[in-house]
């Protein structure tokens, strides 16, 4: 869950591609607070790879339905953005009074062609497509036109939008800006830190938590079966096949706890709630079952040194 939490954070800007952003210098790194004017535009000599976004937070509300604060983001229809917005149903806008939402608001009762306020403007705008999991600061976003970007956060004439991102490292070099790279922009995202760090810190408690029992487990397992390997050995059966088998059965009995734990994994996936964000890393799992592999490798390891040295008349109580 904390990995759908961060996804919901930055989920919009992964599908962006986004590698640098261009903002005003005294924005504090963040794309709401930041204003840049069409002058500054005019001078950055954008690409292909490059798209000019405004954004703003809105209170979304449509006629007998709930209110979704939403993240606002204006576009132009000739960058790449906006050209590559991934539509899962309907369109992209074609006026500047439809809009594109996530299927977040699906969840609340919202449908296609469905008219909606956005803060306290007068003006309905028409929802004509959806996107799937676009979202900012754990907030479903709304795409729309630079222009009603600049009606909805109420600016001057001169200003023409947010910040410019980039697919590439760009540096446009323009008084009044700074350039920052992907990370850096995340990193201060409002909240984004303290949320990872605090659900990494539980996430690794919880961890090592779940290793050292696993391997106690094994351990106390493979101790309570020495008299029966002391019989073994008094039957002439040699200590390596011994120390083997217990290793193998250790690592049987791990590898099958994994995969049982892991099937319940997807499968708790299929019945939780839409509204909850569950994500599942390879980044996370792969290290987790390897770490419940090695720590129960351990577990038999350590037993087995015994049943190397066990004396079969000591351990039978002769």
Wanted: charged share 15%.
């Amino acid at each position: 869950m904390s990995v759908g939490l961060a996804n919901k954070n930055t989920s919009a800007l992964k599908s962006w591609h986004l590698q640098t952003v261009v903002l005003n210098k005294h924005s504090n790194v963040s794309l709401t607070q930041s204003l840049l004017t069409q002058d500054q535009l005019d001078q950055a000599k954008l690409s292909k790879k490059e798209a000019v976004v405004g954004q703003t937070p809105v209170a979304a509300k449509g006629k007998n339905l709930t209110t979704v604060s939403s993240q606002f983001i204006g576009l132009n229809k000739d960058e790449y953005i906006f050209k590559n917005l991934p539509i899962t149903r309907g369109r992209k806008p074609k006026k500047d009074t439809e809009i594109v939402v996530d299927d977040a608001f699906a969840q609340k009762g919202y449908h296609l062609g469905d008219k909606i306020k956005l803060n306290d403007t007068a003006r309905k705008y028409k929802i004509v497509g959806w996107v799937h999991h676009n979202e900012i600061n754990i907030a479903p976003v709304v795409y729309g036109s630079l222009k009603t970007w600049k009606k909805l956060r109420n600016v001057m004439p001169t200003v023409a939008a947010s910040g410019i991102v980039s697919k590439r490292n760009f540096k446009p070099g323009i008084k009044g800006t700074k350039s920052y790279q992907q990370q850096t922009f995340i990193q201060k995202l409002p909240g984004y830190r303290d949320q990872n760090m605090t659900f990494m810190m539980m996430i690794v408690f919880l961890f090592v938590i779940s290793l050292i029992i696993v391997a106690v487990f094994l351990y106390i397992l493979t101790m309570q079966k020495l008299p029966n390997f002391a019989v073994l050995r008094a039957q002439g059966i040699p200590s390596k096949v011994l120390v083997s088998a217990t290793i193998w059965q250790s690592l049987i009995l791990v590898l099958s706890g994994v995969v049982l734990g892991l099937a319940g994994l997807a499968l708790s996936a299929k019945f939780m709630p839409a509204a909850v964000p569950m994500s599942f890393s390879p980044a996370i799992w792969i290290p987790a079952s390897l770490g419940m592999v090695i720590m129960g490798l351990i577990g038999a390891v350590l037993p087995a040194v015994k049943i190397a040295r066990l004396n079969p008349l000591s351990g039978i109580g002769g």
